[in-house]
């Protein structure tokens, strides 16, 4: 009898920090597809991101292990913080599925603020045709994930699935500034990340 694949899910993140934001779309992704596990991948250098602007990797590594711990089906990946130069996620899957072997099917989880810059991806033709992806609907992010879908979504093997998850309009840019101002990040992050946060003193 044929064994069914395996589903991993892939969150890939900056994590600077890591919010309920993004636990809430995992969660929701992982029960909508029946994924085996999602795979947490917290970015040494974010291809699109100032290198100078992010908290250094160990911290958001901690943080998200700290936020996803209690999660039986939630895991960390540091297969990005061992690799030096640009996170792409190319290298990233094309590393898992040497690891994980053909056989596992992989689904990229991101929000659509992300799926706008998809064009701009490194190798983003041999990234569809090694990975599915599944785009967390954001508020007004709509019309842009038509756009790119349209754009790619016919282009690789695999195709970007979009997928309505509970909306929160939260962002570590803004968990960031209210740690500045001096107001309260409460309920937005787990709480282990909160005292994490104010243990090391960091986004003061
Ligand atoms: N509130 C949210 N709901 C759904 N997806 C989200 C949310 N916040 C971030 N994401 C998605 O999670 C992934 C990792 O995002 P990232 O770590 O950059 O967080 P961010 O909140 O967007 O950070 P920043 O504000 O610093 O840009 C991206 O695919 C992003 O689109
Ligand atoms: O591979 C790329 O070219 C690429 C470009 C931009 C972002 N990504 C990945 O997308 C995920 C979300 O990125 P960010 O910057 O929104 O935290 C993270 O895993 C990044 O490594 C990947």
């Not at 939630?74 to 094309?94: A, K, N």
């Not at 690891?99 to 701009?120: H, M, N, R």
Request: charged share 25%; aromatic share 10%.
């Amino acid at each position: 009898m044929a064994h069914a694949k395996a589903k991993v899910g892939i969150m890939g993140g900056t994590f600077d920090p890591i919010h309920v934001g993004h636990l809430v779309t995992a969660e929701a992704v992982r029960i909508e597809y029946k994924l085996d596990k999602v795979l947490f991948i917290p970015a040494s250098n974010p291809p699109h991101k100032q290198e100078s602007m992010v908290t250094p990797a160990i911290h958001r590594y901690i943080m998200t292990v700290m936020a996803t711990y209690s999660n039986p089906h939630f895991f960390v990946s540091g297969i990005e913080l061992e690799r030096s130069g640009p996170s792409y996620t190319v290298d990233t899957v094309r590393g898992l599925i040497d690891c994980y072997g053909a056989s596992t099917e992989f689904y990229f989880i991101t929000g659509a603020d992300a799926v706008k810059d998809l064009p701009s991806w490194q190798e983003i033709d041999q990234l569809l045709d090694l990975c599915y992806f599944v785009a967390a609907t954001r508020p007004g992010c709509i019309s842009y994930i038509d756009q790119v879908i349209k754009q790619f979504g016919v282009k690789g093997r695999r195709s970007i699935q979009r997928l309505a998850t509970p909306e929160l309009e939260i962002s570590s840019t803004d968990i960031r500034e209210r740690i500045k101002k001096g107001r309260s990040i409460k309920y937005i992050v787990p709480e282990s990340v909160e005292d994490y946060i104010y243990k090391e003193g960091l986004y003061r």
